[in-house]
């Protein structure tokens, strides 16, 4: 009886309820019970994939829509390193002939899907050693599940955002420096003449925010217990505000 109790609970835990398209609604709807069907299946490719689309999706029309040689000199400008006028003429010139180049303008776009599989199992083993340190019993493959989809619906939501603004307004008038969507508060000040400012209020971002609400959800549904979410939602905050402070001291240190 004792076996068929312990079978039963075994397959409760990683048998889903949910299939991919009730997760995806029930991440913007019900995160706590999509996080708790997460636990049970710890599975992610789904969201990745389609994560992937709209991240090509809206590199292409940046590619497409924006002028190479506005948005090299957009990015120069706000760049911590401070460049002679000949030099940033001499990089925008090498920076627009790459553009040109069918092979890096099109084939560019593709390293970044490996890039956001490497950038997560980074964030999720941050997530998994404070999380660990704070008595949850985690394993990698549950913290980069959470990871993945507790950042990923957001990160969705502003490329679709990105797409739309892009062929609604003038493409060269997006100061794609601050983002294409700009859900923060770093366009209140000029980050060239005040960086380190600049890069605290670029940092409180709508998104953001939403991600750490969603992460906290996340990891308190993984944690067997030992988290609450506003526990979780501590430890994730912290991470967050390291990340914050070294945009800050990097900043600093090249103004």
Same mark, same amino acid.
């Given at each position: 009886?004792?076996?068929?109790?312990?079978?039963?609970?075994v397959?409760?835990?990683?048998?889903p309820?949910?299939?991919?398209?009730?997760?995806?609604?029930?991440?913007?709807?019900?995160p706590?019970?999509t996080?708790?069907?997460?636990?049970?299946?710890?599975?992610?490719?789904g969201?990745?994939?389609?994560?992937?689309?709209?991240?090509?999706?809206?590199?292409?029309?940046?590619?497409?829509?924006?002028?190479?040689?506005? *948005?090299?000199?957009?990015?120069?400008?706000?760049?911590?390193?401070?460049?002679?006028?000949?030099?940033?003429?001499?990089?925008?010139?090498?920076?627009?002939?790459?553009?040109?180049?069918?092979?890096?303008?099109?084939?560019?776009?593709?390293?970044?899907p490996?890039?956001?599989?490497?950038?997560?199992?980074?964030?999720?083993?941050?997530?998994?050693?404070?999380?660990?340190?704070?008595?949850?019993?985690?394993?990698f493959?549950?913290?980069?599940?959470?990871?993945?989809?507790?950042?990923a619906?957001?990160?969705?939501?502003?490329?679709?955002?990105?797409?739309?603004l892009?062929f609604?307004?003038?493409?060269?008038?997006v100061?794609?420096?601050?983002?294409?969507?700009?859900s923060?508060?770093?366009?209140?000040?000029?980050?060239?003449?005040?960086?380190?400012? $600049?890069?605290?209020?670029?940092?409180?971002?709508?998104?953001?925010?939403?991600?750490?609400?969603?992460?906290?959800?996340?990891? @308190? *549904?993984?944690? @067997?217990?030992?988290?609450?979410?506003?526990?979780?939602?501590? $430890?994730?905050?912290?991470i967050?505000?390291?990340?914050?402070?070294?945009k800050?001291?990097?900043? @600093?240190?090249?103004?």
């Amino acid at each position: 009886m004792e076996d068929n109790s312990k079978t039963s609970e075994v397959l409760s835990e990683e048998t889903p309820q949910l299939s991919f398209t009730q997760r995806l609604t029930g991440i913007f709807f019900e995160p706590g019970k999509t996080f708790a069907d997460i636990n049970r299946k710890p599975s992610w490719l789904g969201i990745f994939l389609l994560m992937s689309v709209f991240t090509l999706a809206l590199a292409y029309v940046s590619a497409a829509r924006v002028d190479p040689e506005v *948005a090299i000199r957009k990015a120069l400008e706000a760049s911590p390193f401070q460049l002679s006028e000949e030099q940033k003429e001499q990089a925008i010139q090498q920076g627009v002939a790459r553009q040109r180049n069918p092979l890096y303008k099109y084939g560019t776009p593709l390293v970044a899907p490996v890039f956001v599989l490497i950038l997560y199992a980074i964030i999720a083993g941050l997530f998994l050693l404070i999380f660990v340190l704070m008595g949850a019993p985690l394993t990698f493959k549950k913290s980069y599940a959470v990871t993945m989809w507790g950042l990923a619906p957001p990160g969705i939501i502003q490329q679709i955002l990105g797409i739309v603004l892009l062929f609604i307004k003038d493409p060269n008038t997006v100061d794609i420096t601050q983002g294409v969507v700009m859900s923060h508060l770093g366009g209140l000040v000029d980050s060239k003449a005040q960086p380190v400012l $600049g890069s605290l209020l670029s940092s409180i971002d709508l998104f953001s925010f939403w991600s750490i609400v969603l992460l906290a959800i996340g990891f @308190a *549904a993984i944690s @067997a217990k030992k988290l609450t979410t506003k526990k979780a939602a501590v $430890g994730i905050v912290i991470i967050w505000a390291l990340y914050v402070l070294g945009k800050m001291g990097f900043r @600093a240190f090249f103004s």
